[in-house]
């Protein structure tokens, strides 16, 4: 068994400057790292899907890492649209074995589910791209570990999630993804962030998510023209659970875990 907690779009900003004015995201991810080494089981890696910091900055940065040390699980990243890759590459680089150029997308190897995480990202957009160039690393990087149980990571969703705003920044390319997907059954799912929400389905016939901001959630805004705005959901992370079952790759779910102060756990015992 294996389970990988993920984290995603995090928005750290400088020391004492909060996100829009009101958001202050680095208690968020501190009670997310508490969180997280409090589990039982403990994850076996921790993952976080882009958004990292709010602007890119280094000072944003540096007090990210200042608020991951006490995590006790180790964690992979990767950026997303907030952030930029010449600080994200120098502030992940103990950590990560990333490309020294372009883009930075890599392979994780030490487990027995293996991460192949995608850096979608367009520098200075919004939106997200699969590339010809990165559908042909990804195809390369699958067909070399074709035995492998494979989770796929990436930060913008590769499909429409019915929030309007959001989805006009999404990921482009999907049918080349979707193209390269389908021809690897080791591949057992799929997962974004980008959104700040707990959405599922399915892409490239393979189970799909967006998991939710550890901080502000974006609005549940399903009206086509409805405005940007965020509400201040319970904040929870994704917990996904591999398990050799005896089948060609084992099998993957993946669980909502609620942040914070719950009542409980209670005996369903009448005594």
């Not at 501190?30 to 089981?41: G, R």
């Not at 950590?95 to 192949?116: C, K, N, Q, T």
């Not at 590339?131 to 035995?147: I, Q, R, Y």
């Not at 999907?174 to 080791?186: C, G, I, W, Y």
Request: with cysteine; net charge negative; glycine share 8%.
């Amino acid at each position: 068994m294996m389970i990988v907690a993920q984290i995603t779009d995090t928005h750290i900003k400088p020391r004492g400057v909060l996100a829009y004015g009101r958001v202050d995201t680095g208690p968020f991810l501190s009670a997310s790292v508490a969180h997280i080494n409090a589990l039982d089981p403990m994850p076996d890696l921790v993952i976080l899907t882009g958004d990292v910091t709010d602007g890119g900055a280094p000072e944003e940065f540096d007090h990210l890492r200042d608020l991951l040390a006490p995590l006790t699980p180790p964690l992979i990243a990767l950026p997303g649209n907030h952030d930029r890759r010449e600080t994200f590459r120098d502030a992940f680089r103990d950590r990560m074995d990333m490309p020294e150029h372009g883009h930075l997308s890599y392979a994780e190897e030490r487990f027995p589910l293996r991460l192949v995480m995608i850096d979608d990202t367009v520098p200075g957009q919004r939106h997200g791209e699969i590339t010809a160039e990165l559908a042909n690393w990804l195809e390369d990087t699958l067909a070399a570990a074709s035995g492998k149980p494979t989770l796929v990571a990436m930060h913008h969703p590769p499909f429409v999630t019915g929030i309007t705003h959001m989805d006009v920044q999404n990921c482009r390319g999907s049918e080349r993804l979707s193209a390269v997907l389908k021809k690897h059954p080791q591949v057992l799912g799929l997962v974004c962030g980008h959104v700040h929400r707990n959405i599922l389905t399915s892409f490239a016939g393979k189970p799909a998510s967006v998991c939710p901001s550890q901080a502000h959630a974006v609005s549940l805004a399903l009206a086509p023209d409805a405005p940007p705005s965020y509400h201040m959901d319970p904040p929870s992370l994704h917990l996904h659970r591999w398990r050799d079952d005896g089948t060609p790759f084992g099998s993957l779910l993946t669980h909502q875990s609620f942040i914070g102060e719950i009542d409980g756990p209670h005996s369903f015992s009448m005594k």
